[in-house]
């Protein structure tokens, strides 16, 4: 396995850990009660798993991507966070923009959350995955590089 794909590996793993530890509180503190109460008549009764399970796996590789960039050694902290709010802005507004042109009665107060939440956490998580790599790097490759 070359360096920059165990990298990139290791970003996702990272990522996807703080991800979803966030995203689970965010989840059952704000979104399951604001859904209850907006969009209660469109809930199942119990939630789709493997959609659920395939969503994080296709967005922690658009947060590594585009918002952690871990091959992008230049890459600020702040463009890393810019970069991350950015794709959390525009993936969640797709879904939520869709939502509300489409659904009969879909609430504009949970499409504006749902936006901001995409890109709040989007900007968070890139940049701290990408702290953690920093500081995780190995000592023979820190003190080469100073």
């Known amino acids: 396995m070359t360096r920059p794909l165990r990298k990139w590996l ?4 990272v990522t996807a850990v703080i ?3 966030v995203d689970a ?3 059952l503190t704000v979104a399951t009660p604001q859904y209850r109460s907006q ?7 119990s939630f789709n798993a493997a959609g659920a399970v395939l969503f ?7 947060i590594v991507h585009y918002g952690v960039r871990p091959a992008d050694t230049r890459a600020s902290l702040r463009s890393r966070a810019r970069s991350g709010a ?4 525009f993936t969640y507004a797709t879904w939520a923009l869709t939502a509300f042109a489409v659904l009969k009665d879909f609430p504009a107060v ?8 995409g890109a709040a956490v989007c900007a968070a ?14 000592r023979a490759v820190t003190a080469a590089r100073d």
């Open 39 to 45: 969009i209660g008549h469109l809930l199942p009764a």
């Open 125 to 138: 998580v890139s940049p701290l995955v990408a702290l953690i790599l920093r500081l995780h790097r190995p």
């Open 10 to 13: 290791l970003a996702y793993a």
């Open 19 to 21: 991800f979803a530890a």
């Open 56 to 62: 994080y796996l296709v967005y922690v590789a658009g």
């Open 25 to 27: 509180v965010w989840i």
């Open 110 to 117: 949970v499409a504006v959350t749902d936006i901001a939440w």
């Open 86 to 89: 950015l794709f959390g802005f």
